[in-house]
């Protein structure tokens, strides 16, 4: 029996719990939350959790006291310490847990903080995240002995990303790379793979700093990736491989200092597995370029469009069976060879291994698909209470209309010049929207059919 805790409103996200420590997140709602996920986890049967964290300043603390609240529950809570998120996910295969916690504010900045968890191999989201919150306000836990366990689990994590390049071998010459872990919680995987890859190698922000003193961390948005680039040019290196925050988000560039999107990455990772697996789906967000999805349909495979969020991705791919996905933001799922879930640093030893059977590396993988022009993701502000009504009211007329929409996650229009998106934001008051053509002119046309449909609804699209 508890005293019940009412998490900050702010704090309870769609795929996630998160919030800016101090303010909408604290100590004790990590130790509210151990309580209501393991009762939760209790109540399902379970009597295993592994824990870890990333290398935020705050996440120490908040770790402390998850794990007291998870242990003071009845559960057996094996530690597997500072690392990435998928370090945190390989544990509980590998430990054979009934649930995992990781304390990680992802690629958000370093006064944020969270947790993402996986209950039974399945991601907690959605309605399992209300269900967590509402056993927090009623204060009604489960008790019992627990027990504390500290489990490290780097080495074997690090051995299982090598396995790959074990069985299958990187090919001679092995590509030159430069790796940036941003400063985040991939730095110390990163330093141990380096050191078992074959060729030549660079490691820049290595070091674990929750500050992110160098760029903030997210290999998303190109202005993080300057140092990078100079890096792999001023050392004439084959091409830079990125992570995010917590080493779920992967990006990359070429020796052209091309940024390689989280779609490319995926067309080019496609290839091999649909060698291996002839006809699997292959599924991609709803932000995607139509290039993939070509892609994907050109090497003999079946091409899904699925909704933004890695847990509603990763659902999928259990749905489907798809051996493979992944989304703009550059989380790469692969089931292929591996577990589903969304590892960064496996995702580029895979890409070190498709790069190494093509001369030319990277960037001549990148130049095999046909160049389109787009915008970056457009993100502007829309009232919580009316960002899914502009999406409904831009799909009626549009479907008034006759035009191609597909409505998997927002609106997707299908025109003679390419294709434009609006979808909500599942975790901000922000309209999403993207644009692409073949050609620049056929971009500008896109771009003011959408603002024409959103000015409809009273919103003004972003001149960027």
Same mark, same amino acid.
């Given at each position: 029996?508890?005293?019940?805790?009412?998490?900050?409103?702010?704090?309870?996200?769609?795929?996630?719990?998160?919030?800016?420590?101090?303010?909408?997140?604290?100590?004790?709602?990590?130790?509210?939350?151990?309580?209501?996920?393991?009762?939760?986890?209790?109540?399902?049967?379970?009597?295993?959790?592994?824990?870890?964290?990333?290398?935020?300043?705050?996440?120490?603390?908040?770790?402390?006291?998850?794990?007291?609240?998870?242990?003071?529950?009845?559960?057996?809570?094996?530690?597997?310490?500072?690392?990435?998120?998928?370090?945190?996910?390989?544990?509980?295969?590998?430990? /054979?847990?009934?649930?995992?916690?990781? +304390?990680?504010?992802?690629?958000?900045?370093?006064?944020?903080?969270?947790?993402?968890?996986?209950?039974?191999?399945? *991601?907690?989201?959605?309605?399992?995240?209300?269900?967590?919150?509402?056993?927090?306000?009623?204060? =009604?836990?489960?008790?019992?002995?627990?027990?504390?366990?500290?489990?490290?689990?780097?080495?074997?994590?690090?051995? %299982?990303?090598?396995?790959?390049?074990?069985?299958?071998?990187?090919?001679?010459?092995?590509?030159?790379?430069?790796?940036?872990?941003?400063?985040?919680?991939?730095?110390?995987?990163? %330093?141990?793979?380096?050191?078992?890859?074959?060729?030549?190698?660079?490691?820049?922000?290595?070091?674990?700093? @929750?500050?992110?003193?160098?760029?903030?961390?997210?290999?998303?948005?190109? /202005?993080?990736? $300057?140092?990078?680039?100079?890096? +792999?040019?001023?050392?004439?290196?084959?091409?830079?491989?990125?992570?995010?925050?917590?080493?779920?988000?992967?990006?990359?560039?070429?020796?052209?200092?091309?940024?390689?999107?989280?779609?490319?990455?995926?067309?080019?990772?496609?290839?091999?597995?649909?060698?291996?697996?002839?006809?699997?789906?292959?599924? $991609?967000?709803?932000? *995607?370029?139509?290039?993939?999805?070509?892609?994907? $349909?050109?090497?003999?495979?079946?091409?899904?469009?699925?909704?933004?969020?890695?847990?509603?991705?990763?659902?999928?791919?259990?749905?489907?069976?798809?051996?493979?996905? @992944?989304?703009?933001?550059?989380?790469?799922?692969?089931?292929?060879?591996?577990?589903?879930?969304?590892?960064?640093?496996?995702?580029?030893?895979?890409?070190?291994? $498709?790069?190494?059977?093509?001369?030319?590396?990277?960037?001549?993988?990148?130049?095999?698909?046909?160049?389109?022009?787009?915008?970056?993701?457009?993100?502007?502000?829309?009232?919580?209470?009316?960002?899914?009504?502009?999406?409904?009211?831009?799909?009626?007329?549009?479907?008034?209309?006759? *035009?191609?929409?597909? +409505?998997?996650?927002? =609106?997707?229009?299908?025109?003679?010049?390419?294709?434009?998106?609006?979808?909500?934001?599942?975790?901000?008051?922000?309209?999403?929207?993207?644009?692409?053509?073949?050609?620049?002119?056929?971009?500008?046309?896109?771009?003011?059919?959408?603002?024409?449909?959103?000015?409809?609804?009273?919103?003004?699209?972003?001149?960027?």
């Amino acid at each position: 029996m508890g005293t019940g805790h009412h998490f900050d409103r702010t704090i309870l996200r769609e795929y996630d719990i998160r919030g800016i420590v101090g303010t909408t997140l604290a100590v004790d709602d990590a130790r509210a939350l151990g309580q209501a996920f393991g009762t939760l986890v209790r109540q399902l049967g379970g009597r295993r959790i592994c824990v870890g964290y990333d290398g935020r300043i705050s996440s120490p603390a908040l770790e402390g006291a998850l794990v007291e609240g998870l242990a003071g529950t009845g559960l057996v809570v094996e530690r597997v310490g500072l690392g990435p998120s998928p370090m945190l996910y390989y544990s509980v295969f590998a430990y /054979e847990a009934d649930a995992g916690i990781m +304390v990680t504010g992802s690629h958000n900045p370093p006064d944020y903080n969270g947790f993402k968890m996986t209950l039974k191999g399945e *991601a907690v989201y959605g309605e399992r995240i209300q269900e967590i919150g509402r056993i927090a306000a009623s204060g =009604v836990f489960a008790s019992g002995t627990g027990r504390v366990e500290e489990r490290p689990v780097l080495d074997a994590y690090v051995d %299982r990303l090598m396995k790959d390049v074990d069985e299958l071998g990187i090919v001679e010459p092995a590509p030159s790379v430069v790796w940036d872990p941003g400063n985040g919680a991939a730095g110390d995987v990163v %330093r141990a793979l380096v050191k078992r890859l074959p060729g030549r190698h660079d490691i820049i922000n290595g070091r674990i700093d @929750g500050t992110f003193p160098a760029h903030h961390p997210d290999p998303t948005v190109e /202005e993080n990736l $300057a140092q990078l680039k100079e890096t +792999v040019a001023l050392g004439r290196f084959d091409m830079g491989i990125a992570f995010d925050g917590d080493g779920d988000r992967i990006g990359a560039i070429d020796s052209m200092g091309r940024v390689v999107w989280g779609d490319q990455l995926l067309a080019i990772l496609a290839r091999d597995v649909l060698a291996d697996e002839p006809g699997a789906t292959i599924i $991609a967000d709803v932000k *995607a370029s139509r290039v993939l999805f070509d892609r994907i $349909a050109a090497l003999g495979g079946k091409p899904l469009m699925w909704k933004t969020g890695h847990s509603l991705i990763k659902t999928k791919m259990v749905e489907t069976g798809a051996p493979l996905a @992944g989304e703009m933001s550059g989380h790469i799922f692969f089931k292929h060879r591996y577990y589903g879930f969304d590892d960064a640093l496996y995702a580029a030893i895979r890409l070190l291994l $498709a790069v190494s059977r093509r001369e030319g590396g990277l960037a001549a993988l990148r130049d095999e698909l046909p160049e389109v022009v787009n915008t970056p993701e457009l993100r502007f502000p829309c009232p919580e209470d009316r960002k899914f009504a502009v999406i409904g009211e831009v799909s009626e007329r549009l479907k008034a209309n006759g *035009a191609i929409v597909d +409505v998997t996650d927002g =609106v997707r229009v299908t025109t003679d010049d390419g294709w434009w998106l609006l979808r909500a934001s599942n975790t901000q008051d922000v309209l999403v929207a993207r644009c692409e053509a073949a050609d620049r002119a056929g971009l500008d046309r896109l771009r003011k059919e959408l603002a024409a449909q959103l000015r409809l609804s009273h919103v003004e699209l972003p001149l960027s």
